[in-house]
């Protein structure tokens, strides 16, 4: 059986990347931290259904050894290296932290693999951040990049070292440049979650505002269900490589908030409050990807609706929200209104 590991197997991607995998096989091994290990119910929600099927390890981005040891033991044919601090808004915060973590915990996985299991095929996530302030619209493989943020350095860095581990060390090491991906799985603190989340919650009596940044930011808004694919299509190639992975059209901040509360029957100018907090000290163009490789070489194709990403994401917190409520756990707001 093809054994596979997977850092970051709790967050959003790792979920269903792990989903995924298990139907296509695999013995699916996640590298978590020992928090989550002690705090599952809270920690684990997104893949407390694959709980009985999956394998986990504790380890740290932070420490080389407990990394290798995990790496050595699984022995897996296929690696994919999800785990990051991936807000990019906290990365103004603590540029030191995001950097130590993104950067090492790559390095470290890398250098892992090369040592310990050389013949493993490895994925980076990389970022459509990478692009920033980028030179044109839509981007592609050959686009330079301009980061913006500490967290997008931190994947030009990841980004370079999967490369060099690849020509240097003739790693089958790939970076997929995905561009924002969400689905009901998505975190509190990012927009689109923060969005369904809120409106839910006004909804169902319990708030009576969203306070947002730039309505205006735009992005090129995918699911990520989809997204995983092709993370795991790369891995298949014969030969090595980076892929952009977007959906190739854009929408405002605003057009989300748009379409999410009119799908709940609301207006969503009655209820969004612009908040300078939310505003960031630097933000990215246009950020729009050329997906024409990812479709040509590895016959990954996205067809989803814009819509259909909102609705789903809006339906499924109105669930949510009235669980907790019969659960008698919704009156405190998930997100940190900080974000
Ligand atoms: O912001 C604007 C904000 O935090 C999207 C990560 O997965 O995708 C994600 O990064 C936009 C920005 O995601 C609020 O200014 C307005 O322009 O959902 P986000 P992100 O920063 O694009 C990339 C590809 C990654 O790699 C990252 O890991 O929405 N915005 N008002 C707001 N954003 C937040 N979070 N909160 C607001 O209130």
Redesign the pocket.
């Known amino acids: 059986m093809k054994k596979a590991l997977i850092t970051g197997i709790t967050g959003q991607d790792g979920s269903y990347l792990a989903e995924l995998l298990l139907g296509e096989g695999y013995q699916v091994h996640g590298i978590v931290r020992r928090v989550a290990l002690e705090d599952p119910q809270h920690r684990m929600w997104r893949i407390r259904h694959l709980l009985e099927d999956i394998h986990l390890h504790s380890a740290s981005l932070e420490s080389y050894p407990s990394l290798f040891n995990v790496v050595r033991q699984v022995q897996p044919a296929e690696c994919y290296h999800l785990a990051?601090q991936?807000?990019?808004?906290y990365s103004f915060e603590d540029e030191f932290s995001t950097l130590n973590t993104n950067i090492n915990g790559t390095h470290y996985m890398l250098s892992a693999i090369k040592e310990a299991a050389p013949r493993c095929r490895f994925y980076f996530?990389a970022?459509?951040?990478m692009f920033g302030k980028a030179a044109e619209v839509p981007q592609n493989e050959q686009t330079p990049f301009h980061p913006r943020s500490s967290?997008g350095i931190s994947?030009v860095a990841g980004f370079h070292l999967t490369r060099n581990y690849r020509e240097a060390y003739g790693l089958h090491a790939s970076c997929g440049i995905?561009?924002?991906?969400e689905s009901p799985r998505r975190g509190f603190?990012?927009?689109?979650r923060?969005i369904s989340h809120q409106l839910a919650r006004i909804k169902l009596g319990l708030d009576s505002q969203l306070?947002?940044?730039?309505?205006e930011?735009?992005?090129d808004w995918g699911h990520a269900a989809d997204y995983v694919r092709a993370m795991w299509l790369m891995l298949q190639q014969e030969q090595p490589d980076d892929y952009v992975i977007s959906t190739g059209s854009c929408h405002t901040?605003r057009e989300f908030c748009d379409i999410a509360f009119s799908h709940a029957g609301l207006h969503y100018e009655d209820y969004v409050v612009v908040?300078e907090r939310?505003?960031?000290p630097a933000?990215?163009d246009v950020?729009m990807g050329d997906c024409s490789k990812a479709q040509n070489v590895m016959g990954w194709n996205y067809d989803r609706s814009f819509t259909d990403l909102v609705q789903e994401m809006v339906d499924s917190d109105l669930r949510f929200v009235a669980d907790q409520c019969r659960a008698g756990i919704g009156f405190g707001s998930q997100h940190d209104q900080s974000?």
């Not at 991936?86 to 808004?89: E, H, R």
Request: charged fraction near 25%; hydrophobic fraction near 40%; avoid cysteine.
């Open positions: 990051a991936s807000f990019v808004s996530a970022s459509s951040e967290y994947k995905l561009y924002n991906h603190e990012f927009v689109t923060k306070r947002l940044g730039n309505l930011a735009k992005r901040v908040d939310f505003f960031r933000e990215v950020l974000h």
